[in-house]
């Protein structure tokens, strides 16, 4: 059987030279299928919404894949291999997925080693080695590796997803590079299979004896490199970061570092940037080094760009762990950022043109003070006296440090067609030639209709650079013009094309050029030698497509949108933007028939960067399953080929969609953490909205989206109610039949505050300090009337008259959230006006609208500006705080005076909700904490609670929402002691803390009413 696909290289007319493959058979395919089904632990996936979810990387191509299969174990993956070789299937290893050239897209069966495959062990602290699967993440080694005093240094910006396997596939450089070297220098063996089926070490040359399973093909390899010797020195760049081709340099390292210090010959380096096309990585063991105890940061100013690059090489000489560059463009992207700006104004000395981060670390604090004032020594003989700001503080420092991430992401965050692209991002230069290649590579973009921002690896003469383009329209022609230009530079300055992400798709034709004919086809027979059949990651590295075929662009000329009629306003992300001036047209001009939603979901590059694992916020759906599917990635991947019509037969209501959302929590967590501004909450909203046009309304849907409706009658039966839940046979079975998990207790109907509340509301003290709309939601209103009641009493202490929410004869104004959840937009529409009718008159006259559960106040400050209300939307908007971030702005005013007392509580430890973090307003909850004298106040670090709304209520992911919380929320109160309040402002937080532990959480209201001295 066979169902080795034709590739899509074979398929290109302009190349038939290249070796091609048998076409698909339907009928073996499925018996592969089948087979691999019958045979694996792990998942297997054919289905085009999986496929589609593997189909790209962060490069701009696009291929589909045969298959998805996620191992289970070691063994698992053995049996895959086999069963792809028996079928003659093509095969991609997979990490991350986070390569920039498009290495890791192929007409193969992925296989994603990220999910099972992260075994850590044999760790041998004397000497300084470990053992790893490749689906082991870096961070995650060297969190595992810190309390041995160890890290592995290969410090790659994507450290939080990339995996070992993939870095050593990519052979990837980081910051330090220049002390550390990359992959290549921190490898030691490799364990493989190879394409014929055989398990193979990859280790020290000289330790491979006759009987080894590796001599034959050793001694292959060697007589090839030692045949291509004389080609070899005159071909290979003598630069540390060169990453193209493989490493034939392995008798006589080319490299500036060699890749070992006693100079042996390791068979496991030829495999080190191979990209999966030669054997697949199933163990690696890895040098580690000891964790630089001491770090000094010198930050220098340069009043020019290319004093900046002229002068890193002088700077190098003094020994520096890194010499990163932040350009022009960056530092004033950061200054307009508010929590960027004091960290950078501490670093500029006037108003300079560049900046480079120059660290020093080590053992010796002393010893790196001492390089610290021979560089502002060096920089006064240089001419640029008093130039650096020496940093010594590690939290300064890393403050620092992720400004120029931070650029970074602002850059990429670009609305319209043209984009940052990434194919000349990495090309390495000797240090001496730096500030000439730049500026002639700047005049290549100007002369070609673009710009691009420069940063990164000065040190190894590796910038960063990507030129704006727009791969829909010329993109594709300007890409290969400025290439060529590109590459007559590196030739002319030789250095090397491919220095940091791989060859890839973008770079594969341009490992010819770089190497020469001669050692071009010593590649292919290395190639033939490890895989004669073309089934590891086909037409990579040897035999490689062109990297402006249209026709792997993941938007390709012919990329179609299908027509959508959206509920919310998407215009601002339907515009133009001129790459040069970076000036965007008119909201709406941008030509998108989804009226800018697909323009928005396009917005994902596929950097990979919600799959980290940190307790941060984004993206809990994938924290607890790991599965690209429930990951923003996966999502945004799903919504693109749909909008585009590559899968689902419904458009936005297929089950493509609503099967990769199903645990989509909108926690928002992507809108603040997405480089690029994902928002898949709101993309959730515009599909539940689909979904319940082409298939109607569910009970349980109805009756939590109608709670603000029929709440008000509740309040009279909401005892009994309660009561009926609690007799286990008939709540239990009313549960089951409305699809509400039965070991949930649903929120009892309690009272309805707003209603005696607006009696007294008009008796409230005369203002001494001001007036405020208390906006008391549906659930603290009728569930939880104790917040609603302790905010007033706090805000009338302050001195400020309180009105409420409501308007004579009606049920109280509502932010429409229950309504957005079910995906009811007109619905919610009708709340948001209504609430907008009557709150415009107090915000006309700047009274400020304070409300307390964050997910419902800060619709008023998100949603609400979708629906296409204009101007009185924004100014709303405008007024819209939450309790305590109120607090704390009319404190900086100089108006507020609150006398509070010690509680009697040491400790309160704080869990912040997902919308207050995803609005960077956590911070107000601790300082308001923080005002009660002798209260030690500490944030859990958590992300989402899980129980989102009425998403932890529901049978079908009561599972999924108590995964969630267990990961760090639930842990930590438990760890809290009794001793400690555990304050939460989210009503389901609270909920899910009450579920989960037993303990009560408390609305931060009521905390500072408990410390109110009167
Ligand atoms: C924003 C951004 C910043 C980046 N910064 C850096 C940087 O600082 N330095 C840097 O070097 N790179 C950088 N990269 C590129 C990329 O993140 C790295 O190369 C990373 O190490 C790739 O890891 P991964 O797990 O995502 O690999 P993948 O993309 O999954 O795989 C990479 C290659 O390795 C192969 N492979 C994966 N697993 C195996 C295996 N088990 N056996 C054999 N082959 C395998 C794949 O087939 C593929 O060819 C960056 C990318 C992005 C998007
Ligand atoms: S959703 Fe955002 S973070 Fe995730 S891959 Fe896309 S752009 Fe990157
Ligand atoms: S809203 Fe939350 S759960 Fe949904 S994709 Fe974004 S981070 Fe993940």
Redesign the pocket.
């Known amino acids: 059987m066979s169902v080795m696909p034709k590739s899509p290289v074979a398929r290109q007319k302009e190349a038939p030279q290249r070796r091609t493959t048998r076409q698909p058979r339907p009928a073996a395919m499925s018996e592969f299928e089948s087979r691999l089904r019958r045979e694996l632990q792990g998942e297997v996936a054919f289905d085009a919404g999986s496929r589609g979810r593997y189909a790209t ?2 490069s701009i191509y696009q291929i589909m894949p045969l298959g998805v299969v996620v191992p289970r174990d070691q063994n698992d993956l053995g049996v895959a291999l086999n069963i792809a070789r028996d079928a003659g299937a093509p095969v ?9 050239c498009g ?2 897209v192929n007409e193969a069966l992925v ?1 994603d ?2 999910r099972w ?1 992260t075994g850590i062990g044999d760790l041998d602290v004397e000497a300084r080695t470990v053992t790893v699967e ?2 082991v ?2 961070d995650h080694l060297n969190a595992w590796l810190k309390p041995h005093g160890l890290w592995f240094p ?5 450290s939080a ?15 330090r590079s220049i002390r550390y070297g ?1 992959m290549v220098h921190n490898v030691l063996s490799l364990e ?1 299979t190879l394409a014929d089926g055989r398990d193979v070490h990859f280790g020290w040359f000289d330790e491979i004896g006759p009987g080894s399973p590796l001599a034959g093909l050793a001694d292959s390899i060697s007589a090839i490199l030692r045949r291509e010797a004389a080609a070899i020195r005159e071909h290979y760049p003598q630069v540390l970061r060169r ?1 193209g081709g493989y490493n034939l340099d392995l008798f006589d390292c080319r490299n500036p570092i060699p890749y070992d210090p006693e100079g042996r010959a390791n068979l496991a380096h030829l ?1 080190i940037g ?4 030669l ?4 163990r690696l063991t890895l040098k580690l080094s000891p964790l630089p105890v001491h770090k000094v940061l010198g930050v220098v100013n340069f009043p020019t760009f290319y004093q900046a690059m002229d002068m890193t090489q002088h700077i190098v000489e003094l020994g520096p762990a890194a010499v990163e560059l932040v350009d022009r463009t960056m530092i004033e992207l950061a200054l307009e950022n508010p929590a960027f700006r004091p960290t950078v104004e501490k670093s500029l000395i006037g108003r300079p043109d560049a900046l480079l981060l120059v660290e020093f670390a080590g053992e010796d604090q002393e010893s790196q003070r001492r390089q610290l004032n021979a560089l502002e020594t060096l920089m006064g003989d240089l001419g640029l006296p008093g130039s650096v700001v020496g940093l010594e503080s590690g939290v300064e420092q890393s403050a620092l440090w992720n400004v120029r991430k931070a650029g ?1 992401n602002i850059m ?1 965050s670009m609305k319209g067609d043209g984009k940052p692209v990434s194919f000349i991002e990495d090309c390495a230069v000797p240090l001496e030639h730096l500030a000439e290649y730049t500026e002639q590579l700047t005049e290549v973009f100007h002369r070609h209709g673009t710009e691009g921002t420069w940063y ?2 000065a040190s190894v003469g590796t910038l960063h650079v990507r030129p704006i383009l727009d791969m829909r329209r010329d993109g594709a022609a300007k890409m290969r013009a400025i290439a060529e230009e590109a590459s007559e530079l590196v030739r002319r300055y030789k250095g090397a094309y491919s220095g ?3 060859d ?1 798709i973008c770079r594969g034709e341009w490992v010819a050029w770089q190497f020469g004919a001669v050692l071009n086809a010593a590649f292919g027979e290395i190639k033939r030698l490890f895989d004669p059949d073309n089934r590891f ?1 086909p037409n ?1 590295i040897v035999d490689t497509p062109k990297m402006d075929d249209a026709r792997l662009f993941r938007f390709p000329s012919d990329h179609q949108i299908i027509p959508v009629a959206t509920e919310l306003d998407w215009s601002a992300w339907n515009v133009t933007r001129d790459p040069l001036s970076g000036d965007l047209g008119e909201p709406g001009s941008g030509g998108d028939p989804a009226h800018g939603l697909a323009k928005a979901v396009e917005m994902c ?5 919600c799959r980290k694992f940190d307790a941060g916020t984004m993206c809990p759906s994938y924290r607890i399953s790991r599965d690209e599917r429930h990951l923003t990635r996966g999502r945004a991947n799903t919504l693109r080929l749909v909008l585009s019509g590559k899968i689902g037969d419904q458009g936005l209501a297929s089950d493509e969609v609503a099967e990769a959302l199903d645990l989509c929590v909108s926690c928002k967590g992507c809108k603040r953490d997405c ?1 690029t501004g994902v928002d898949m909450a709101k993309f959730k909203i515009e599909a539940r909205a689909a979904r319940v046009k082409a298939h109607g309304l569910g009970w349980r849907e109805k009756i939590v989206s109608e709670l603000p409706r029929y709440a008000p009658w509740m309040r009279h039966v909401g005892k009994i109610a309660a009561r009926l839940e609690g007799i286990s046979w008939l709540g239990g079975r009313a549960k089951r039949w409305l699809g509400f998990a039965e070991a949930r207790s649903l929120p009892v109907f309690a009272g309805d505050y707003l209603r005696t509340a607006r009696k007294e509301a008009s008796g409230s003290p005369p203002s001494h300090v001001g007036e405020v709309v208390l906006f008391v939601d549906t659930f603290n209103n009728y569930f939880e009337a104790d917040n609603a009641s302790a905010a007033r009493r706090v805000l009338e202490a302050a001195g400020y008259r309180v009105h409420f929410n409501v308007r004579e004869g009606e049920r109280p104004l509502c932010c429409g959230r229950t309504y957005l959840a079910a995906g009811r937009v007109e619905m919610a529409k009708r709340e948001a006006r209504r609430t907008l009718d009557v709150l415009m008159p107090y915000v006309e006259r700047g009274v400020k609208i304070v409300g307390l559960e964050p997910s419902c106040l800060l619709t008023l400050r998100d949603e609400f500006l979708h629906y296409g209300f204009g101007n009185d939307a924004e100014q709303l908007a405008g007024a819209a705080m939450l309790f305590e971030e109120f607090l704390v702005a009319e404190k900086q005013a100089g108006r507020l005076a609150l006398e509070l007392k010690p509680l009697g509580v040491g400790r309160a430890k704080v869990h912040g909700h997902c919308h207050q973090k995803a609005f960077g307003a956590f911070t107000p909850v601790m300082t308001v904490l923080n005002w009660i004298p002798e209260l030690e106040v500490e944030a859990i670090v958590s992300s989402c609670c899980g129980m989102a709304g009425s998403f932890g209520y529901e049978a079908e992911h009561l599972d999924a929402s108590r995964q969630m919380a267990e990961l760090t929320l639930l842990p930590a109160v438990r760890d809290a002691g009794e001793d400690a309040w555990i304050v939460a402002d989210g009503t389901s937080c609270r909920h899910q803390i009450l579920d989960g532990t037993g303990r009560e959480a408390l609305h931060v209201a009521k905390v500072l009413e408990a410390a109110l001295v009167s």
Do not use: W, Y
């Open positions: 990387d962060a991609l290893p997979r990490g991350g997925g986070t390569s920039q290495q890791t296989i080693t990220s495959l490749p689906g993440v870096l290969v410090d790659v910006s994507t997803q990339c995996t070992l396997g993939g870095m050593a596939g990519n052979n990837s450089c980081g910051s990359n493989t990453v495999l191979s990209e999966g096309t054997a697949f990585t199933r970074l990429m990164a690896h940091e992400h791989g890839g990651n990579k590059n596929n950097n990979g960067h480089p």
